[in-house]
């Protein structure tokens, strides 16, 4: 996969990095439709709110519940944390438009998961092979923080569109609380499943989830992730595709 090689130290903020308001009148393309939210989901006020202001800020950006995106029979789930302003929320594809998404998909690209250019918006080609995205949290959160009711009301979500793809038995969690949400979509149970980079939990149905730090901005600009600590997590994934 080709895309522009991310920097050992990255920008602190997005006006560091240059982030223009470009306009998104692409529709992404959803994975698995079926499984989605509408795009004024009214579930949760506080995430209404935020949407509703956006909208009226930014009216281009795509400010709705951002799709799953991949491989409808991927092998793999990976389950990130919520959209983020400038990425996702504006884009409309996962980790689509910020950093974040450049590591993961640079990443992805190494280990044959990702296939096309990424271009950090959604009509740049990129694709998936043998693995899916989906997050905890479909809307944007402030400060990227959505609240424990928030992530309860969305998990219905998670589990719908996890259960939709059959074929994944082998699950990575970015963060915490994408933890948290995968293990209880899973059937696990959290006091025995404790979330630790690289730590693997086998679900009651012998469905696997591995941990990792998520790939935000500044855990890769404070060495909390590093490119090697991230590929052997893929890597290990790899491994276990055989084994469930």
Known sequence: MDSTPYTTELPETDDEAGAVDVTTVFAPVAALPETEPSRDCPLCPRL???????????????????????????WLGIIG?????????RTGRAFTGDYAGQFLYETLGRFGLATGTYGAKAEDGLALDGAIILNAVKCLPPENKPTPEEIRTCR?????????????????????????SAVKM????LPKARFAHGAEHVMPDGR????SFHCSRYNVNTGVLTAAMFDAVFARALALRETV
């Open 156 to 180: 219905p979500f998670l589990e719908t569109q996890a259960d939709a793809v059959p074929t994944a038995r082998v699950f990575v969690a970015l963060g915490h609380i994408a933890h948290q």
């Open 81 to 89: 944390l919520a959209p983020g302003k400038h990425g996702a929320n």
């Open 208 to 211: 696997i989830l591995i941990d």
């Open 48 to 74: 209404v709110g935020v949407r509703e202001q956006l909208r009226a800020e930014f009216p281009t950006w795509w400010n709705a519940p951002v799709p799953a995106f991949g491989d409808p029979a991927a």
């Open 186 to 189: 899973l059937g696990g149970r």
